[in-house]
């Protein structure tokens, strides 16, 4: 039985993507940050998967908290064929550069990218191992491409940097049958971070070129299509999945 692990699993586009394995019939790993409360309801709602969850408490932005995920994920499963880095902090405030405190920016650069390292230097022994595994990073629009975004600038360059980790590290693990992969979510609204693409279909969305709204859905199949045993040969792609969505800039 296949093993993935998910960053900040228990909600959000995190959530979506744990379901989705689960569905598929891996066993899988979520770690959550301080929401006990989505935690407990995520392992109610998958009581019945047959001891097919695990649920651990561990802060990304702490070296020591993500050696303590990654071995609680192994000592429970025996093996991880799949790593998502789903968790990375983000300042929703519109802030230009010079504004940001230096608290700020050290932690969206820790959590963005160097929380990454420290997942993949856990991770990847074990995978190089079983000379299996897969990796998907989060990115944003346009991150391929390293591109200015007004008022993100700590974020959009944490993201920047992940891209090159991303492919770089996908040239160095493919002998060990290891692929890294990178999504890039459109705009995702809370109302639809955890819903499935039917229910996105059920609406209207004139500010988006496909006309409905993007779902947690959207995202979480495009990370189960490359993290299938037959996707071996994509690898170092970053792949956006955002509707026609311009994140930067108005498509219209």
Not at 135 to 154: C, E, H, K, L, N
Not at 195 to 216: F, K, L
């Amino acid at each position: 039985m296949r093993h993935a692990l998910i960053t900040a699993g228990t909600k959000g586009l995190g959530k979506k993507a744990a379901e989705q394995f689960l569905q598929n019939g891996y066993a899988v790993t979520v770690s959550y940050f301080r929401d006990t409360e989505a935690a407990e309801t995520m392992q109610q709602e998958w009581v019945s998967s047959r001891g097919r969850l695990h649920v651990v408490q561990a802060d990304i932005t702490v070296e020591a908290d993500i050696k303590k995920l990654a071995a609680s994920a192994v000592e429970q499963f025996g093996r991880l064929d799949i790593l998502v880095c789903n968790a990375g902090p983000y300042v929703f405030e519109r802030k230009k550069l010079m504004d940001y405190s230096t608290e700020e920016w050290n932690e969206m650069v820790q959590g963005n990218l160097s929380a990454v390292f420290h997942l993949f230097r856990e991770v990847i022994p074990v995978m190089r191992e079983q000379q299996y595994g897969r990796i998907v990073t989060y990115g944003f629009q346009g991150a391929g491409d390293a591109p200015a975004w007004i008022y993100r600038s700590a974020y959009a360059a944490a993201k920047s940097g992940l891209v090159s980790l991303t492919k770089t590290v996908s040239i160095e693990e493919a002998e060990n049958g290891i692929t890294v992969n990178m999504v890039c979510p459109g705009v995702v609204t809370s109302d639809y971070k955890e819903s499935s693409i039917p229910e996105a279909r059920r609406v209207q969305d004139p500010e988006t070129p496909v006309g409905r709204p993007a779902s947690g859905g959207d995202i979480s199949r495009a990370i189960a299509f490359l993290c299938e045993e037959h996707s071996d040969m994509i690898t170092g792609t970053v792949l956006e999945v955002t509707g026609g969505v311009d994140v930067l800039h108005k498509w219209r």
